[in-house]
């Protein structure tokens, strides 16, 4: 075959064609040893978001206590934020200008509580109620959110702790003197 035949001047010059396969180079898009780490890093990424979520999860904890168990560890607890479950003493409310002052009780420990703000529609006395806050330096309790009636799910999980505080709330009643004008 005559290569001067061509219908390209510039193909005549060129020489044979070389199809010898060559070794591969790395390119600057591909990497190897960037390509090993990328899992790496992502795993990393994903251990360091789940410990902020822990943290911030477990941090802001609030611990759940009936009266007598917070009295009792009251010197463990300090200011810790906790929720306090209890009864309200009959005739032990004090309502103010700010909020309300009342008597909480539970297990036969007694505790005074201080709430600033707005009290639920239900809140009355014998009512058992869950309260958040924290002692104070003269042992009572400074109360900012009152919780009274606990939803279906409270229930099924927390049965026994809501017979406890009925069975107890029955006891201030007949145990507390009723006034007479």
Same mark, same amino acid.
């Given at each position: 075959m005559d290569?001067?035949?061509?219908?390209d001047?510039?193909?005549a010059d060129?020489g044979?064609?070389?199809l010898?396969?060559?070794a591969?180079t790395?390119?600057? *898009?591909? &990497?190897?040893?960037?390509?090993?780490f990328?899992?790496?890093v992502?795993?990393g990424v994903?251990? =360091? !978001?789940?410990g @902020?979520?822990?943290?911030?999860?477990?941090g802001?904890?609030?611990?759940?206590y009936?009266?007598?168990?917070?009295v009792?560890?009251q010197?463990?607890?300090?200011?810790? *934020?906790? &929720?306090l479950?209890?009864n309200?003493?009959?005739?032990s409310?004090?309502?103010g200008e700010q909020? =309300? !002052?009342?008597? @909480?009780s539970?297990?036969g420990?007694?505790?005074r509580?201080d709430?600033?703000g707005d009290?639920?529609?239900?809140?009355?006395?014998?009512i058992p109620?869950v309260?958040?806050?924290?002692?104070t330096?003269?042992?009572s309790f400074?109360s900012?959110r009152?919780?009274?009636?606990?939803?279906?799910t409270?229930d099924?999980?927390n049965?026994?702790?809501i017979r406890?505080?009925e069975?107890d709330a029955?006891?201030n009643?007949a145990?507390?003197p009723?006034?007479t004008?």
């Amino acid at each position: 075959m005559d290569v001067t035949g061509h219908d390209d001047p510039e193909s005549a010059d060129a020489g044979p064609l070389d199809l010898t396969p060559r070794a591969a180079t790395a390119t600057p *898009r591909s &990497r190897p040893g960037v390509r090993k780490f990328v899992p790496w890093v992502a795993a990393g990424v994903v251990v =360091v !978001a789940i410990g @902020l979520v822990a943290v911030t999860l477990f941090g802001s904890a609030t611990y759940f206590y009936n009266v007598d168990d917070a009295v009792a560890k009251q010197a463990d607890i300090g200011d810790k *934020r906790i &929720r306090l479950q209890g009864n309200i003493l009959k005739g032990s409310i004090d309502e103010g200008e700010q909020g =309300v !002052a009342f008597t @909480l009780s539970y297990g036969g420990a007694e505790v005074r509580v201080d709430h600033t703000g707005d009290v639920p529609d239900l809140f009355g006395p014998t009512i058992p109620v869950v309260v958040e806050g924290r002692f104070t330096s003269d042992e009572s309790f400074d109360s900012d959110r009152i919780l009274v009636k606990h939803d279906e799910t409270y229930d099924e999980d927390n049965g026994d702790r809501i017979r406890d505080a009925e069975k107890d709330a029955d006891s201030n009643a007949a145990s507390t003197p009723v006034e007479t004008p």
